[in-house]
């Protein structure tokens, strides 16, 4: 498997803030940056996708969002949600096997969540191409597709599919992590799986989910001043609601492992 050239990230990359400028001028009173993704360095065996980047509390203004951003942070590393995400891709569907993937978005502007449901769908068609280019960089024939939340997986079904041989997209979903959606989609799986979801609650606490932050941002070259910021930003975070999405992500990743013959 081949090392993917640095120069063809950057390429893409330029594509993404390109893109970027052609959003503003479509919908010029919504504030967005492109918020950088740690890429992998060769083809992957697991994408995840989500809808797209929110300035939320990491960006509360461009001017402190650039500032993190210069500090080499990027996207999927700031909250509880997206280190409990790591884990678990990590813990239950690429341990100890070899396999490798990373976490990308339909479109790359990071944005408010008011501004970024207004004009989605022809916000992610205009950048479905370019999503397909990074699809033909970073994915094999092999490679699983997993949906965070179903937005991703609701756009892609309609807009993508396999061209050459007709057939639709092929794509898993998983619960999203964002704690608006806690109340109402996680822990379902936990059903009649009681005594099972029982003993794996003491298996996992909230040092385990801080290895992980620590692990992705080295791994992402993050400052040292940022990366304490947002240890402080998750500690104390890692409440019963984590262990059952935590618990939905095991049971989710053993049926893909299994669907796809890579138990």
Known sequence: MSSILESEITSLVKSFKHQIEVDRSIEPDTKMIYLPIHWPGHKVDYVFIGSEPSLGLWGPTLEEAQNKIDMNFKNFSWSMGDFVLHYAIREYLCANSGR??????LSKGAMSIR??????????TQWLPLLIDEFKLFTKDTTVFISIGNVARNFLKRRYGRKKS??????????????????????KSIIGREDEFNKFQGTINEQDIINVANDFMEECGTHEQLKNRI????????DDWYKKLLFDYKIAFHYINEKYHME
């Open 115 to 124: 501004d970024a449901g207004e004009k989605a769908t022809d916000r992610y």
């Open 100 to 105: 490798s993937y990373y976490i990308t978005d």
């Open 231 to 238: 240890k402080a930003n998750i500690v104390s975070k890692f």
């Open 166 to 187: 007709k057939q639709e997209m092929s794509i898993e979903q998983i619960p999203h992590y964002s704690v608006m959606f806690k109340q109402i989609r996680w822990g």
